[in-house]
């Protein structure tokens, strides 16, 4: 299995990056191989100066960068030897078995969308989080920013996906799965709210439990969470501050110690044609060796492959 590493992506990149794929090692059986993109040079130096040696990666030399702030279509386009275009390339001719970044969101979507293409069915890709629930496990969320608005039959969808990503990665048989919604019942919400609940109600997909209030986000009613992209990345970010703000009040807590991003690493984008993980750009090495233990897991799990036999 090769995994491919963007480590001309993040904030922090390449340091991070190689930091996180050094601790990697230790969590990654031997069969698993990453592959560093980017420069080249600076990485096996990098690698040589921490004590480790140089063929315990491999490497694709790449001569430009994806700056976070520019326009993802035009960058994938204009700059082909960039370390997000390559690795999309390698992905697409099956060299990689799963290509991650922490670099420009926007570009990662756009290659997947170009590169790899959505999966034949998928209405729109979307990406994931998961959130702790208080007596143990985790609720996955989606959308959490990709698809701010959505129409019913998408949210449909991001149901069976979210249900499908519970029950292969985190092990979840029959995913409780809930709407995300302002009251229980069916005629609360707006338009499209009252819509998709009508559609999920008597579905055989999956196992719709109805609508789920923001109260319930963290409690055992849901193990799936459907939304838009717009109120996913809001509770997502929110959740995010409360644990930011009770490090900086040295609050400590077992329980919101579960809201690191580090401990997770990434997500997937769930819909395309192959295994595509976005990465905080903040992340920390300690959050990159995450991402490369969550894309070897969903790389076993073969989720592509059972999301496309339910799409078709």
Excluded: W
Excluded at 5 to 26: F, R, S
Excluded at 32 to 38: A, D, M, P, Q
Excluded at 128 to 151: H, Q, R
Excluded at 159 to 167: D, T, Y
């Amino acid at each position: 299995m090769k995994i491919g590493l963007d480590i001309m992506g993040g904030d922090y990149a390449p340091k991070n990056c190689l930091d996180g794929a050094i601790m990697a090692l230790e969590a990654l059986p031997k069969h698993v191989r990453i592959v560093l993109i980017g420069d080249s040079e600076q990485a096996k130096n990098y690698i040589k100066e921490q004590g480790i040696a140089e063929d315990t990666f491999d490497y694709v030399h790449t001569t430009e960068v994806i700056q976070m702030g520019e326009h993802p279509t035009k960058a994938i386009a204009q700059k082909p030897n960039s370390s997000v275009a390559v690795g999309f390339k390698l992905l697409k001719e099956n060299g990689l078995q799963c290509f991650a970044s922490a670099g420009n969101t926007g570009a990662m979507l756009v290659g997947s969308m170009f590169s790899v293409k959505a999966i034949s069915g998928v209405i729109r890709p979307c990406i994931t989080s998961i959130l702790p629930k208080i007596n143990g496990g985790y609720t996955v969320l989606l959308d959490v920013g990709t698809n701010a608005d959505c129409k019913p039959d998408v949210l449909y969808q991001f149901a069976i996906l979210g249900s499908i990503f519970a029950k292969e990665v985190y092990k979840v048989e029959n995913p409780k799965v809930g709407l995300l919604n302002i009251g229980e019942e069916p005629e609360k919400g707006n338009l499209v709210a009252q819509a998709a609940y009508s559609l999920m109600k008597d579905t055989k997909d999956f196992n719709f439990i109805g609508n789920v209030e923001g109260l319930e986000v963290f409690e055992e009613k849901a193990d799936v969470i459907v939304c838009e992209g717009f109120t996913g990345n809001v509770l997502l970010k929110t959740a995010e501050a409360f644990y930011s703000m009770s490090k900086r009040r040295n609050i400590t807590d077992e329980y919101f110690e579960k809201f690191n991003y580090e401990l997770y690493g990434g997500t997937p984008i769930l819909g395309v044609n192959s295994n595509v993980m976005i990465a905080h750009g903040k992340s920390s090495a300690v959050a990159f060796k995450n991402l490369m233990v969550l894309s070897k897991d969903i790389v076993e799990a073969n989720l592509n492959e059972k999301i496309k036999t339910v799409f078709q």
